[in-house]
């Protein structure tokens, strides 16, 4: 059986707090989610387990997420010499703007495909994370790794998904994964 695993983070710091975008290693991960399909569940990882994360990436047979190539993969560079964007991996944001040339959020293509809305947003998780309120970012977390998990399950059965575009009308694009 494929290893799925399905990814997302949450960070300590902001873009403006780091320096820009041009730092994303210097963000540092509050809290990690996986759902592996191999095990058949999800795995909530502190920053002290970081390593346990990266190691859980590294076995998977394939990494699915949204922006986790240019992001994600990038905040765990500065816990690991490793080049992460080496793993095999599906970034399901990377092959949507291929085929529209131009970015959607996860939040869109969730709300037009199964009437669902993420429950927070990660400048949200960055105030929890002040306030210490790790049961919440991981509560989030998972949340998004679902989400991600039911968009590249209903994009690989129907080879399609919906989204709203900012006219509010609902589109369809066609994906190949």
Same mark, same amino acid.
């Given at each position: 059986?494929?290893?799925?695993?399905? *990814? @997302?983070?949450?960070?300590?710091?902001?873009?403006?707090? $780091?320096?820009?975008?041009? %730092?994303?290693?210097?963000?540092?991960?509050?809290?990690?989610?996986?759902?592996?399909?191999?095990?058949?569940?999800?795995?909530?990882?502190?920053?002290?387990? $970081?390593? @346990?994360?990266?190691?859980?990436?590294?076995?998977? @047979?394939?990494?699915?997420?949204?922006? %986790?190539?240019?992001? @994600?993969?990038?905040?765990?560079?500065?816990?690991?010499?490793?080049?992460?964007?080496?793993?095999?991996?599906?970034?399901?944001?990377?092959?949507?703007?291929?085929?529209?040339?131009?970015?959607?959020?996860?939040?869109?293509?969730?709300?037009?495909? *199964?009437?669902?809305?993420?429950?927070?947003?990660?400048?949200?998780?960055?105030?929890?994370?002040?306030?210490?309120?790790?049961?919440?970012?991981?509560?989030?977390?998972?949340?998004? $790794?679902?989400?991600?998990?039911?968009? %590249?399950?209903?994009?690989?059965?129907?080879?399609?998904?919906?989204?709203?575009?900012? *006219?509010?009308?609902?589109?369809?694009?066609? $994906?190949?994964?």
């Amino acid at each position: 059986m494929k290893n799925i695993v399905y *990814f @997302d983070l949450e960070t300590k710091k902001s873009a403006q707090e $780091v320096g820009g975008w041009n %730092h994303i290693d210097r963000m540092g991960m509050s809290i990690g989610v996986t759902y592996s399909t191999a095990r058949g569940d999800y795995q909530i990882y502190g920053e002290p387990q $970081v390593n @346990d994360l990266i190691n859980e990436l590294q076995r998977a @047979d394939l990494v699915v997420g949204f922006n %986790h190539i240019r992001f @994600d993969y990038q905040v765990l560079h500065g816990y690991t010499p490793l080049d992460l964007r080496q793993i095999p991996s599906l970034d399901m944001l990377i092959e949507i703007q291929n085929s529209l040339n131009h970015r959607l959020p996860l939040d869109s293509i969730a709300h037009a495909t *199964f009437g669902v809305e993420k429950i927070a947003d990660g400048l949200q998780a960055l105030d929890w994370f002040k306030e210490g309120r790790l049961a919440d970012i991981a509560e989030y977390c998972c949340f998004d $790794v679902k989400i991600t998990k039911l968009v %590249h399950e209903y994009g690989a059965a129907h080879k399609k998904l919906f989204y709203t575009n900012k *006219f509010g009308n609902k589109l369809s694009v066609d $994906v190949d994964w």
